[in-house]
């Protein structure tokens, strides 16, 4: 499986909307996360973005053809019943809460995977121990190749991607070394 953002290109020529469309269509599945779909102030209107996408999913899904019937996705908001306030439509829909943690994430994402695709995976604690030693090894790599440390965890998604599978290749080491 591969990780596909629609920041994975940064061409300003094309639109977004219709790389997203393109990804739905090419992934069989999905992640929501729901839970920055909030006004940053009161007064302020909150970002409609991520319930759409959402929404272009759930269509593309539910459309006549054979081929996205079987499309599979998780929806994530930050506590209990919360998206439903607003987006009532979802009621009858199982959506998880991670309360902000990354650690509930993982272990959501995780059990998602196991269950919907089959995948083989190790529990929550050793996928946020990779990761951890992932970002470490990626950092010491940027800043040998001439990046700050704030540079190095800036990626551009496609290049952070491009690094997560470099270092899979690389075995998975603890470091990163120049020799």
Known sequence: MTPRLSSERLEAGES???????????????V?????????KKGDLFRMNMPFELGLDMGRRRAPD???????????????YE?????????????????????????????????????????PSAIEGEYV??????TEKKIFE???EEEAVELPTQERLDEMIAWMEAGRPNSFNTV
């Open 32 to 40: 929501h996360d729901l839970s920055r779909a909030v006004a940053a």
């Open 146 to 148: 001439g990046h700050t």
């Open 16 to 30: 977004r909307l219709e790389k997203i469309i393109e990804l739905i269509g090419l992934c069989r599945y999905s």
């Open 66 to 80: 054979p081929e996205t019937n079987d499309k599979k996705f998780i929806i994530f908001e930050s506590n209990p």
């Open 133 to 138: 030693t992932f970002q470490g090894w990626m």
């Open 83 to 123: 998206i439903k306030k607003c987006l009532s439509d979802l009621g009858g829909v199982d959506v998880e809460f991670h309360r902000n943690n990354y650690q509930m994430v993982i272990r959501k994402l995780r059990d998602f995977l196991r269950v919907e695709a089959g995948c083989e995976l190790p529990g």
